[in-house]
């Protein structure tokens, strides 16, 4: 894996925009933190996700509709907490004390992953080098799907824009299933640092334990004490996790592997022409801006910008500084990206998927990207 450099261009741009920032948090005496509002949609999401199992498991719910309803719920509910809860948590940005960020990031272990391998992976990788091919994870899915220009391109591909969406909804059961091993032991082998103390034999130890209890829990008691069929169950598992893992992938999918985003290419010396936030200004992509009730159900991943510059602030204040992120990239001639709906942003992935399954590299590519500029950065 080659060393990736920053390049100190535009650092006048960043210095501005942060000093806005901060003078905006500081002008109106708030802290970039969540506050009671996170704390409210953290309680409703919870409820969503484990309300329908208290109700299955406690026998109050009993014929097969409504169990796979219950089913189809925590879905919903399991991808509310992890938008809304489990991701600012884990990027430190849910309050301000530490203790509180890591309890609340832990709320992972409840949708089956594991909270230290997804720092590493979202925080460390993801944001730290998006869209670059060999570091970003999320650009680098199993051999059927390409999400980059740089990954070989196969025949198959040519049709991932259909069946994509299936492998999406896999995307929580390879969590519970062998993703969080697999990293691990990529990460061992790599030489990553985890943080924190415990070694590598230890965090195996951890994960293994974290998906017994989960399969306990989530599985084994709603077989033992659901009274419907055990194959309704399992069913409903299923249903559960393909419900959270398309709505999961939809959601980040489209604010990255869209025909805006660029795949940059570090030089000859591990450098790449533009510093760390202009780097994100070309890799990402708002969409929705004007829903208030999606970007509240989604955790505020509608403004992919704004969590991408200041990933240390909390989602409900996006809305806010993204009047500032937009007039500071106007003033510096930056791109600022955005689709006005979410549809819309369904719609260039779609177009995004589909010219990564046609045309190999970049040449081709770049020629019809810029035929889409003008329909996909609104």
């Not at 040519?158 to 091993?181: C, E, G, N, P």
């Not at 004490?225 to 249903?239: D, K, Q, S």
């Not at 992919?304 to 007039?327: A, C, G, K, W």
Request: glycine share 6%; hydrophobic share 40%.
């Amino acid at each position: 894996m080659v060393n990736i450099k920053y390049s100190k261009n535009r650092l006048d741009f960043t210095t501005e925009l942060r000093n806005s920032v901060n003078a905006y948090f500081s002008k109106n005496n708030i802290q970039p933190y969540g506050n009671r509002k996170i704390y409210l949609k953290s309680a409703f999401m919870i409820t969503l996700y484990l309300a329908p199992f208290i109700l299955m498991v406690s026998g109050a719910i009993s014929s097969v509709p409504l169990v796979l309803l219950c089913w189809i719920t925590m879905g919903l509910g399991m991808s509310g907490l992890g938008m809304g809860t489990m991701h600012d948590a884990n990027h430190g940005s849910f309050s301000k004390n530490q203790k509180v960020n890591r309890f609340f990031g832990n709320s992972l272990y409840l949708l089956g992953g594991f909270p230290t391998n997804w720092r590493y992976q979202h925080n460390t990788l993801h944001h730290g080098f998006t869209n670059i091919e060999g570091h970003d994870e999320d650009i680098a899915p199993p051999g059927i799907l390409r999400f980059s220009p740089h990954s070989p391109l196969k025949k198959i591909h040519r049709y991932q824009h259909i069946y994509a969406w299936f492998f999406y909804s896999l995307m929580t059961i390879s969590w519970i299933v062998a993703k969080d091993f697999k990293r691990l032991k990529k990460y061992k082998d790599t030489g990553a640092k985890l943080g924190g103390k415990r070694k590598f034999s230890r965090l195996f130890v951890d994960v293994t334990i974290s998906k017994i209890i989960y399969y306990s829990v989530f599985l084994l008691i709603p077989l033992l004490t659901v009274p419907v069929a055990w194959y309704w169950i399992i069913c409903g598992f299923l249903v559960m996790h393909f419900t959270s893992g398309l709505v999961l992938s939809t959601i980040f999918q489209t604010a990255h592997v869209v025909p805006t985003s660029e795949y940059p290419i570090p030089d000859e010396d591990g450098e790449l022409n533009n510093n760390w936030a202009v780097h994100q200004l070309y890799t990402t992509c708002n969409y929705a801006p004007g829903s208030k009730i999606f970007s509240w159900l989604i955790g505020g991943l509608n403004y992919q910008v704004e969590h991408h510059l200041f990933p240390y602030i909390s989602h409900i204040h996006y809305r806010d500084i993204s009047q500032i992120v937009q007039t500071k990239t106007k003033e510096f001639g930056l791109p600022y990206h955005v689709n006005k709906s979410f549809a819309k942003a369904v719609w260039q992935h779609i177009k995004m998927l589909k010219l990564l399954g046609e045309y190999n590299g970049l040449v081709k590519q770049t020629a019809q990207v810029s035929k889409n500029h003008k329909v996909a950065a609104i």
